[in-house]
């Protein structure tokens, strides 16, 4: 998606909803690969910047704790 201020630094709630989006696609048995962000003339890059690693690694841990509990 694309910041109309040219800022393409993710905002807290661009993390929270590809955290969302994250968790429910693995849910689902679906890989999210990218969510970019667009700004003047640059981007942003949730893989890139390992945010979509975390994220995927961060609900394997909570299905692990689940499994475990």
């Given at each position: 998606?694309?910041?109309?201020?040219?800022?393409?630094?993710?905002?807290?709630?661009?993390?929270?909803?590809?955290?969302?989006?994250?968790?429910?696609?693995?849910?689902?048995?679906?890989?999210?690969?990218?969510?970019?962000?667009?700004?003047?003339?640059?981007f942003?890059?949730?893989?890139?910047?390992?945010?979509?690693?975390?994220?995927?690694?961060?609900?394997?841990?909570?299905?692990?704790?689940?499994?475990?509990?």
């Amino acid at each position: 998606h694309n910041h109309p201020s040219g800022d393409p630094k993710p905002s807290p709630e661009d993390v929270a909803i590809t955290r969302q989006l994250v968790f429910a696609c693995q849910v689902m048995g679906i890989t999210v690969h990218e969510h970019i962000v667009i700004g003047d003339n640059c981007f942003f890059s949730f893989a890139d910047q390992g945010y979509i690693a975390r994220m995927n690694r961060e609900f394997e841990n909570l299905v692990q704790q689940e499994i475990t509990a």
